[in-house]
């Protein structure tokens, strides 16, 4: 059995293991979360998504207090995991990133406290006599979220910790380079949440806190303004709705008209609407799936470089995104590249530019002689790292219709997607040296190990043997696909003048099919402002109904 052989029996994925999602679009809610309770363990490595997940399903189930339950714990365990064990790396080195504890992505606490808070906000509504205490338990997570944003946008960047191990400090120094152009990855760091203080303002102007509505809504149209919105690929109507927010709290807050004054360039004051507001908020598809392909790594003699060349897999258009994936990141694609393949004697990587990385070693070439890393590399070695999809816009538009009558269209005002697949490429040249890194170390150390059997000597045997070791690390190296796999692809965002009362609000989604997914609830709007959220799935028949009473229900 060699590597390449052993692919496809080990590419196996996250989502292939678990299809609770699937099932949650189904409306079959029950099941998904008994598959997440199969899949994962409260007290095992996955036990973050173990809460995550359930904090999801319970949110559609309308069951809110035992949501806020998962979403305390997954929190608490954000927490613990500031300092990763040095026991865990090394499990890392010699093993691979799904044996370790899954950790999560730093946007994911922020989701974390919206998801709590809108919570609290749905029980407020639910239980009347506590509604007051509800509405203050939900600010109180927007504030310690201003917190965490704070420390997030003081960040100057983080370094990757050096083993304490030599061998693998040895073999990631040959690795050391990084792969993708220094111009592709600038300005897609997760700095801020532009999305997160505008919700907060929301919640902030529902409760009555006007002063704290307005530092909400001026960080939010900053981002918004300074950036976020073009990071994100998000319509120019948001920041202008967050400048009409913030004018609308100055307004009521008075006192402001200085302020007002340098606003009007933005959005003038008259035209703000002073009056009861509803406020929707659509939770639209699902997060984009990670998933994993495969590279090989050879050691090439002649030119004395390493040579990955990856190996696409699945459907037509899966390989074509796997292959444009590598060209994007790590192929020999510039002239520079190339030119250097070319003086090297190396016609066919010349060739097969789009399809190579080579990495020239030069002096340590003998320095990896001397490791094992040549001769364990003699029958190849496979890596596995993560790709994501790009997007395969499916929607044409989402309009609000209020008694009958079309009143706006729903905008995004946050996209999830955008936000994982940058994550996904700013860790991606970390990720593919570590993996280098990890899969060479359990080569070597096998090697050292069939050294000290004496079947080195002997050529038969020494072959079987190398090919034996070869297949078994093919099998154990993987990619981390996990992920917070329930998470909608992007937040739209509506805001209408509504009298306080009753009103059936109906979501029209308009898909490029031409099909149309409607979505009706009675919506009670109280006070200056009022707050409704649905969870929308494309690939379903069975749609979730959402009101202010009851967020996430399904029909």
């Known amino acids: 059995m060699s590597t390449l052989t052993c692919l496809s029996a080990c590419n196996v994925t996250h989502f292939q293991k678990n299809n609770a999602i699937a099932l949650a679009q189904k409306g079959e809610l029950v099941s998904a979360r008994t598959t997440i309770k199969r899949n994962y ?3 095992g490595k996955n036990r973050l998504l173990y809460h995550l997940e359930l904090a999801t399903y319970f949110q559609l189930e309308k069951k809110y207090a035992q949501s806020n339950e998962h979403l305390s714990e997954a929190k608490d365990l954000l927490d613990s995991f500031y300092t990763k064990s040095i026991s865990e790396q090394a499990l890392s080195q010699f093993s691979g990133p799904t044996y370790t504890t899954f950790h999560g992505q ?7 406290h919206m998801m709590k808070a809108m919570n609290y906000n749905a029980l407020g509504t639910l239980q009347p006599t506590r509604r007051q205490e509800m509405l ?7 504030r310690q979220l201003n917190v965490y944003l704070e420390g997030l946008t003081e960040e100057t960047g983080g370094y990757h910790a050096p083993s304490s191990d030599e061998l693998t400090n040895q073999v990631y120094a040959i690795f050391q380079p990084l792969f993708s152009p220094s111009d592709l990855l600038t300005n897609i760091e997760y700095k801020d949440d532009a999305f997160a203080h505008y919700l907060s303002g929301l919640l902030n102007e529902q409760s009555g806190e006007l002063d704290s509505a307005r530092l909400q809504y001026q960080r939010a149209a900053l981002a918004y303004e300074k950036g976020f919105a073009k990071q994100y690929q998000l319509p120019n109507q948001t920041t202008e709705q967050v400048y009409k927010n913030l004018v609308r709290v100055m307004k009521q ?12 360039s933005k959005v003038q004051p008259d035209n703000v609407y002073a009056g009861s507001q509803l406020t929707i908020l659509q939770n639209l598809g699902v997060a984009p799936k990670r998933k994993q392909f495969n590279l090989i790594l050879r050691a090439d003699h002649k030119s004395k470089a390493l040579v990955i060349t990856p190996i696409p897999m699945g459907s037509h258009r899966e390989q074509q995104i796997q292959m444009k994936w590598f060209q994007m990141l790590f192929a020999d694609t510039s ?3 190339m030119m250097q393949n070319y003086a090297m004697g190396d016609i066919s990587d010349v060739a097969l530019g789009l399809l190579t990385k080579r990495i020239p070693l030069g002096g340590l070439w003998d320095d990896a002689k001397k490791v094992g890393l040549i001769d364990a590399l003699e029958y190849g070695g496979r890596i596995s790292v993560t790709y994501l999809s790009p997007s395969e816009t499916r929607v044409q538009g989402s309009e609000v219709w209020v008694n009958g009558k079309k009143q706006s269209e729903l905008k995004t005002f946050y996209s999830i997607e955008l936000l994982t697949l940058q994550n996904a490429l700013e860790n991606a040249n970390t990720e593919i040296q570590l993996a280098l890194t990890r899969e060479v170390v359990k080569a070597i150390t096998a090697q050292q190990l069939l050294n000290k059997t004496g079947l080195q000597e002997n050529n038969v045997f020494s072959g079987i043997a190398k090919l034996a070791t070869s297949a078994v690390n093919a099998v154990t190296a993987s990619a981390d696909t996990r992920q917070w796999q329930s998470l909608p692809a992007e937040i739209r965002v509506s805001q209408i003048p509504l009298p306080v009362g009753q009103h059936q609000v109906t979501i029209k989604t308009v898909l490029n099919s031409g099909r149309v997914i409607e979505q009706t609830d009675n919506v009670d709007v109280k006070g200056p402002m009022s707050l409704w959220q649905t969870r929308t799935f494309i690939n379903s028949q069975k749609q979730p109904t959402s009101s202010a009473q009851s967020i996430f229900t399904l029909e």
């Open 41 to 43: 363990s409260s007290q």
């Open 136 to 142: 203050d338990a939900s600010l109180i997570e927007m």
């Open 253 to 264: 807050a008075g006192g402001y008209e200085e302020e007002l004054s340098h606003i009007q």
């Open 335 to 337: 002239l520079f590249d």
């Open 106 to 112: 730093k946007y994911y606490r922020p989701l974390l």
